[in-house]
Each structure stands twice: as structure tokens, then as C-alpha cells.
């Protein structure tokens, strides 16, 4: 009888198991067919490309300086025009890429582990460890996110490493919240109970049962920030705080842009293109997540 009792949990883990890998098939073959998100898969693919291969996409130096080609607008020669300073602008929107997708991935990477764990731990763990976790993000999360970011660089630096720290920080708090709602839905189900009776660890049970059942909405929160991220590190640059110069950096193009806007409007137009193109690939490629994730966003 008491071989019989320990083997019913383990069926019923083996079967949550089985249909949550059903699921995310299901969710893939519903993405898929879903063409504005392939359309925003085709876009960022490209990015990546030219972020990885940019060098070998054009034979100017993004730094490179021509003061007998300054302002040369659009032509074969300069598909983008040049600069002030006779710098190629498709070249430096093309190493700006680098740039913005490194500060993407990083920030949001180091915001969903961060965040993720403490959402984990406030949903799974005591309501005094929860009230305080969840405090902590609530004060975070009160302030709006571009000027606590411009408050964390002013106490850290300029630089690209602590733009990345700042927009991290910023956005720990929506994995957090995110995180621990999910983390109250799961707690409950069946196959936990099951873990437990087997006497699995905290540790086992957070990590290897409940962290895959939440990871759908993580993930298509991290498609969404970095949209955002991509957004915030244009900004922080564009008020000198991100990247330096002579780097480019896509929201310092449009901050330097905008100073020959009349006599030179391709120095801002295309870096602000660029901007909306990789976000909106982003929030594309986010949408398509969230509809194939959440059956309630079935359409």
C-alpha cells in the first residue's frame, strides 16, 4: 500500500511534465503561423547579422574621419550620407547595433535573473519574506523608468557599463511582479504537492518544478524589455550619459543630428529609423509570444 501511495505523485508529476511540454509545442506551432511575429523574427535576425558581421558590410571606418565629405547626403557612395565630420553614417548606425543590442540583452538579462529569483522567492517563500521582497520592488516601481535611470547613472558614471546596470535595475522589479504572480497560480497545482510528499528540497521544487510553469510570461516580458531597454539606452545616450564619443551610439547620432536637422536631415533620420525598426521588431516578435503563450490572448 505504501509503494502504491509513493508511486501515484510520480504519475502525476510525469503527467504535468508531459503536458507542459505540450504546451510550449503547441505555443511554437502557434507562433509560427502568427506572420507578424515571424515578420519581427525576419527583422531582429537581420540585426543580429549586422551587429555579428558589421565590419565586413561596409568598407568605411566608423570612425573614420573625411572633413572633404562632410554633409554628403544620400548616394552610392554614402548610401546614409556622412556626418559633420565626414564620417560614414550607415557605418555607424551599423556599429551602433553592437552597441544597443549588447546594452538590451545585458540590462534585460541581468533584470529577469535578478528579478525572476525574487519573484520565486516572495511567491514560494513566507509572507514576511514576500512582504518585503515585494516592498522593495513597489519603491522601485514608483519611480518612472527614465528618471530612475538618469538617477542611477548620475550616481554611477557615463559609460555603456553602467547604462547597463541602470536599465537593469529599472526593470527588476516588472520581472519581480511578474514572476510571483505566476509563482501563487503554480504553488498550488497538484504535481507541487506531489513533489513535497516525495520530500523534495525548497531548492528542487522552486528550480526544477515551479520556475518551468512560470517561464511563459518571463519570456515574453524579456522580449518585451528589451524593446524598452533598447529605447532607454538611446536615451541615456542622447543626453550624453551612455555611450561616449567618438563610439556611436544610435541615440547619440540623433542628439548630434539634431543640430544640423535643416541643413542636414539624414544625420537624424536614419539613426531614429533604426531605432523604430528594432523596436518594432521586438514588440512584434513580443506579441507573437504573448499570443501563442497565453491561450486567454488567442485571437
Known sequence: MAERTAVVPQIRGEKARKRSIGLWEDALRRLVRNRLAMFGAFVLAVIV???????????YDPNGMDFSARFAPPSLVHPFGT??????????????????????????GLAATIGTTLGLLAGYGS?????VIMRAMDVLYAFPAILLALAIMAALGRGVTNAMIAIGIVYIPIFARITRGAVLVVRGEEFITAARTLGASHFRILFQHILPNVMA?????????LAFAILAEASLSF????TQPPDPSWGRMLSEGRSFFRQSIWLAIFPGLAIMVTVMGFNFLGDGLRDSLDPRQRR
Open 49 to 59: 547579422i549586422m551587429a555579428a558581421f558589421g565590419s565586413s558590410l561596409t568598407p
Open 83 to 108: 556626418d559633420d565630420f565626414g564620417r560614414d553614417i550607415l557605418a555607424r548606425i551599423i556599429a551602433g547595433t553592437r552597441v544597443s543590442l549588447l546594452v538590451g540583452v545585458v540590462a534585460v
Open 127 to 131: 509572507r514576511i519574506l514576500d512582504e
Open 217 to 225: 510570461p518571463v519570456i515574453v516580458e524579456t522580449s518585451l524589455s
Open 239 to 242: 543626453f550624453g550619459l551612455g
